[in-house]
């Protein structure tokens, strides 16, 4: 079977802190009866090297399973054939082009049009940069030894149109917002929103205390069905959380 190589990835980069947000059998997702044909189908297109019938695949798997949000075989055909590990109702990250293997993405995360993910730098310290001299692909060299630095997406960020995620950022926290356009050249704080060319941060989304009672409520572990049931996702969630407050000091 045609999967990934993690040679020459960076191990030291950060892992998804809690697993249950990658669990491919999710009871979240969709699943179709035909799945397994179509992900087997997948890899042998890929074998055969026919990128057309690739993204036919890609695109008819997601309509049989609910779409992005929630098809169980597009996640398995994108950690198994391109690297990439994506949690329950995340979307807009599933162009292998545009999201480079050794990524993980959690639940619930936003992608805007055109954010590009880039992990690696053409080895500048050496005499060319160029694939000739490193990328298998083009023969010249046996192994490509660039190493290429995992990256991590927290549930609930947001990733704004154009975004540049850079080699240097290696982490996305929970609930972070990147603004349209930034370059990210760092790791970007939970809760926090970042903007600009290299993106800096401009301020956080939450109070202290309303970041830790998003964390303590673990809320994007949960199904939306479950989620508006236990939350008023329609409400300011500062002011939420200072409702509750007073009515404990009351
Ligand atoms: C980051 C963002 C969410 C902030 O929205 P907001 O809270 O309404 O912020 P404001 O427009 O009031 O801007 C706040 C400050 O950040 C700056 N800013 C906002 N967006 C910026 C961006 N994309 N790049 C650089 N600076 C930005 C503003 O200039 C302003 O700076 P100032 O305080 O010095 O004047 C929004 O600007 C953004 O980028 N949204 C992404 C939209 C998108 O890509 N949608 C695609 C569909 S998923």
Redesign the pocket.
Known sequence: MNTISTDNVDETQCDMHDSRELNEEDSDLDQSYLGNFLVALYGASRFLGSRKLNRLIRRFVSRLEGGEMLSHSLRKIMRIYHGLQIGAYSY?CFDPTHFPPETQIGRYV????KVGVYRRNHPMNRLSMHPYFYNPACGASAQDDVTSRRLCIDSDA??????LILPGCRYIGRGA??????VVTQDVAPYS?????PARK??DRFSQHAIKAAEDSEWWLGKPSDLRNRFDMTRDWHAQTLDSANRTKQ
């Not at 947001?158 to 975004?163: H, I, M």
């Not at 917002?177 to 930034?182: I, T, Y």
């Not at 929103?193 to 060319?197: E, K, L, P, Q, R």
């Open positions: 807009g936003s992608v805007g049009p947001w990733l704004g149109a154009n975004a917002v990147v603004a349209a356009g930034a929103i970042v903007a600009g060319n401009i301020c």
